[in-house]
């Protein structure tokens, strides 16, 4: 028997029948061990030794993996093929070793690309030994991770009271965000103007010719400054006579873009299809496991995390094959394109991302799939079958003209293009920003030189630049790539640590840096400037690759890194946390008190009108107080946004109009818990708070009154009769039947949840009964019920993953996983359980108790009488009866007053060791 080691279950069902008798597959669940949360997993001291514990939920399924491999033939470890997967492979190694299972028993180490029967054969008859250099260079990341997050974390947490961790490479990703809106704003807007005029051919053609130049002078985009300027230059070219200088016509080729790489297709996902970099991998790896094709499951793409953009040669043969038959020979190069990556070290997988089958078309695959896996395997194949088409063929005109008038000779351009040939554009185009602009897609009319044009009219424009736009997560993901900052499989995880620490937030689309966020950033600017670089940053992600090619040693790495880096932690010791605010403050002035060009102070204090204004820091974090505390006890939040009439949000109520019922003026106010809105006036006027993910900057009237008009009823509980309303409270969004409250899952919304999920909710929780947790959340949307209608969902349940459409839940077979479960399946198995139900009839209603028997009325007797004491109720009088101790001694009151410390310096740890990245 030969044993087989994989991460996923879904992977371990597939691959178990591809190699059929003879072989056992099973599953690791992804990584067994971790770096425990305490001091000294990772010793310096020691050469830079590693203690690793066994993952609790993992220790069982070692244990099957040891029994497997008991009297095999052969274990074969099949992890991914990357760096993560050679790490879980030699995790699982290391265990067996320590559990001595491995006795007379062969190890190899295969890699497949794609989950297809044929690629999982063929990495069969290539086995290898576990790369050695890819595990030196996990570990040394996992190395510089644990050491940075658990040394330079508690300096953070003392220093600057209420941050949180601070991990080595999404600190640094967290200053490109806040780089970003330090740029923003410091942006100050410049009024231009640009001027078009429309002419007409002597066959009575018309198109646009812009002004470039005045004089002799060229006049770039921001030279015409302003209204007075314009109109002189207007009221010039509307008496000049316009004749054509030059006509250009060069022909241009285009051509297509490599196939994806992680990067690549997290940002065109995002661009095209709105997915988040965490969603579209999640899709991804699911389009990488397979789904059951002709009753085999087949993987659709090849590995999903990688950064090299070359396919093998048999795929290119197919897709050239696929564009024959598809588009027509013309569309078929005369040779193979071949891409070659501009990373300096692309190890992370071999091959791009592709689709496993090339004539596999997405329409054929589509009703097999959900939604969004179709649309992403769509784009993959889109994109991998254009990166082997013809070029497109487009002349460029570009056609001069000048205009004389009143002495002055002006100069006007206009541009346009032709598709002579549109290539692999008939099938797939990327959406760039920089992509060309509007003058690309012009056509032109045919003109020649000396060619007197008529005039048709001017037109001036104004124009005021704008800031730079901020990072949306697939921008912020190209960014980091072109510094060499992260590497394919960290980008979604350093993602998700920013906003699941509360660092950034996600507001249509774009990042935005939390107060929180820039306080950190400009702490580790200030003080530990060199390790938020970005250059720094890249030359040691340099390093790692290196370690993964055997060009370096990776304790030698470590070694130089720890030096100075240690230093630079000692060197903090004697920061007093004052030194740390003033230098905030004065780095974040103009952010928390920014020049709005109307001269008035931001920062003096509207409490009391003579004090200043400044950063504080108090036991719950920052905020902004006034210099003559304690006399004025004036606070606010730390940044507030600005009402659009010079003034800050925390200087006052902002207006959003009138409550059509009451006549109440309807504000969004600053208070100590942060924004909220308020009807009218008063002793107690109504409020409410916003939920998490508003914006107070963008909210409406209807939006407000909205909130305002919570908790309001949704639904009728289908066994009480009674309302379900949903409002807000202390702890968030909730629905509430009688004394039952649910939370609301993350994915819902206050303002808008059905009856159904309302329902849902309540009755999950009562199921569960107080004390069990959390409500469950909606899990994953498979569709709608095709018969019935309403969404139908996979869900983890407390016996196990469930599908569930309404109030019918149905267990999901042994054999059936929850990624992998299909919508037909989900029906079938909720229809089979409602005929059950139905055939079992309504449960009988549980008989209720016996009243218990009333106790015999007291009697005067009875109260003179001394009770009978339990044994529980002696044991309590004979303790509050025993003498008091004596005082302790100052020893132990010290040893006494020390143990807390332990408790918050293990609390800790587990926090620094969670660096994300």
Not at 721 to 750: C, E, S, W
Request: aromatic share 6%; charged share 30%; hydrophobic share 35%.
């Amino acid at each position: 028997m030969r044993v087989v080691v994989v991460e996923s279950p879904a992977k371990a069902k597939t691959i178990n029948k591809y190699l059929g008798p003879g072989y056992e597959v099973v599953a690791s669940f992804g990584h067994i061990r971790d770096l425990p949360a305490k001091d000294g997993s990772v010793d310096p001291d020691a050469d830079f030794r590693m203690l690793w514990d066994v993952e609790p939920k993992a220790a069982k399924r070692l244990a099957d993996i040891a029994r497997a491999v008991k009297g095999a033939e052969r274990l074969i470890l099949a992890t991914d093929p990357d760096r993560e997967g050679e790490a879980i492979s030699w995790h699982v190694l290391e265990v067996l070793k320590e559990k001595r299972a491995l006795k007379d028993v062969a190890v190899e180490r295969v890699t497949f690309n794609a989950i297809t029967k044929q690629a999982v054969q063929d990495a069969m008859k290539h086995p290898r030994q576990i790369d050695q250099a890819l595990v030196d260079a996990y570990l040394a990341r996992r190395a510089l991770d644990y050491l940075v997050g658990f040394t330079l974390s508690p300096v953070l947490w003392r220093k600057l009271p209420g941050a949180r961790s601070a991990g080595r490479v999404q600190s640094v990703a967290l200053r490109l965000v806040c780089d970003r809106e330090l740029e923003i704003e410091r942006f100050r807007s410049q009024e231009y103007w640009a001027i078009a005029v429309r002419l007409e051919t002597p066959r009575g053609d018309v198109f646009e010719a812009r002004l470039v130049g005045a004089d002799g002078t060229k006049l770039g985009r921001l030279d015409i400054a302003d209204g007075v300027s314009a109109e002189a230059l207007t009221q010039a070219l509307k008496a000049g006579a316009y004749r054509v200088t030059s006509v250009e016509a060069k022909p241009v080729k285009r051509h297509p873009w490599p196939p994806f790489t992680t990067s690549t297709l997290q940002q065109e996902a995002s661009r095209k299809l709105g997915f988040a970099p965490a969603r579209t991998m999640q899709l991804a790896q699911r389009l990488y496991e397979g789904v059951e094709i002709a009753g085999e499951t087949v993987g659709l793409i090849t590995y999903m995390r990688t950064d090299g953009v070359q396919i093998a040669d048999e795929a290119i043969a197919a897709a050239r094959q696929v564009i024959g038959s598809e588009f027509g020979e013309r569309y078929v190069p005369r040779a193979p394109r071949v891409y070659r990556t501009k990373a300096k070290n692309a190890q992370e997988a071999h091959e791009a991302i592709r689709p496993t089958d090339m004539a596999r078309h997405p329409s054929s695959v589509a009703r097999r799939l959900e939604p969004d896996q179709a649309r992403l395997y769509e784009l993959v194949w889109k994109r991998t079958i254009a990166s082997q088409m013809e070029s497109a063929e487009i002349e460029r005109t570009t056609v001069d003209i000048v205009a004389a008038a009143d002495g002055r000779k002006l100069d006007l351009r206009a541009v346009g293009s032709v598709v002579k040939f549109d290539g692999f554009l008939k099938l797939y185009q990327e959406d760039r920003d920089d992509d060309g602009d509007d003058d690309d897609s012009r056509r032109l009319p045919a003109v020649s030189t000396g060619e007197a044009l008529g005039c048709r009219g001017v037109e001036a424009t104004q124009h005021f630049t704008e800031p730079p736009p901020r990072y949306s997560e697939a921008s912020l993901v190209k960014r980091m790539e072109e510094l060499g900052i992260g590497r394919p499989s960290t980008y979604a995880a350093i993602l998700a640590v920013l906003r699941e620490r509360g660092y950034v937030r996600l507001d249509k689309k774009r990042l935005h840096p939390e107060d929180k966020g820039r306080l950190v950033t400009g702490f580790l600017e200030s003080f530990f400037s060199r390790y938020v670089e970005y250059d720094f940053t890249a030359s040691l992600e340099e390093q790692l690759d290196r370690i993964s090619n055997a060009e370096l040693d990776w304790r030698e790495v470590l070694r130089q890194f720890w030096q100075d880096f240690s230093a630079a932690v000692g060197g903090t010791k004697e920061l007093r946390v004052s030194e740390v605010i003033d230098t905030l403050d004065e780095m974040l002035g103009p952010h928390f008190f920014p020049d709005l060009g109307d001269g008035i102070d931001r920062r003096r204090c509207p409490g009391c009108g003579d004090g200043r204004l400044s950063l504080k820091l108090g036991k719950y974090g920052s905020f902004i107080g006034c210099s003559n505390y304690p006399e004025c006890k004036y606070t606010r939040p730390l940044a507030v946004p600005g009402n659009g009439d010079g003034t800050a949000e925390g200087d006052g109520p902002r207006s959003l109009g009138e409550d059509p019922d009451t006549g109440l003026d309807v504000t969004v106010r600053n208070g100590r818990f942060g924004p909220y809105v308020q009807l009218g006036d008063g002793e107690k006027p109504k409020r409410s708070s916003f939920p998490k993910g508003f914006d107070p900057a963008t909210v409406d009237l209807d939006t407000a009154l909205a909130l305002l008009a919570l908790p309001r009823a949704v639904a009728t509980h289908p066994e009480s009769g009674k309302p379900i309303l949903v409002g807000i409270g202390r702890f968030g969004p909730y629905v509430q039947h009688d004394k039952t409250y649910a939370n609301l899952g993350a994915d819902d919304d206050v303002l808008s949840i059905g009856a159904n999920r309302a329902i849902d909710l309540i009755v999950v929780k009562e199921t569960r009964g107080p004390g069990r947790g959390r409500t469950a959340d909606a899990g994953r949307a498979l569709g709608d019920h095709p018969a019935l209608g309403g969404p139908v969902s996979v869900r983890a349940g407390r016996y196990g993953p469930y599908v569930n459409h309404g109030k019918v839940n149905a267990t999901l077979p042994k054999d059936v996983t929850p990624d992998s479960v299909t919508l037909a399946q989900a029906v079938e198995l909720l229809k089979a359980r409602a005929e059950k139900l139905e055939a079992d009839g309504p449960k009988p209603k549980r008989a209720k108790a016996a009243p218990k028997a009333k106790a015999p009325a007291k009697t005067e007797t009875d109260d003179a009488a001394p009770k009978a004491k339990t044994p529980k109720a002696a044991a309590k009088t004979a303790k509050a009866t025993k003498p008091k101790a004596a005082p302790k001694s100052k020893t132990a009151a010290k040893a006494t007053a020390k143990a807390p410390e332990k408790t918050t310096a293990k609390a800790k740890a587990k926090t620094a060791t969670d660096t994300g990245a």
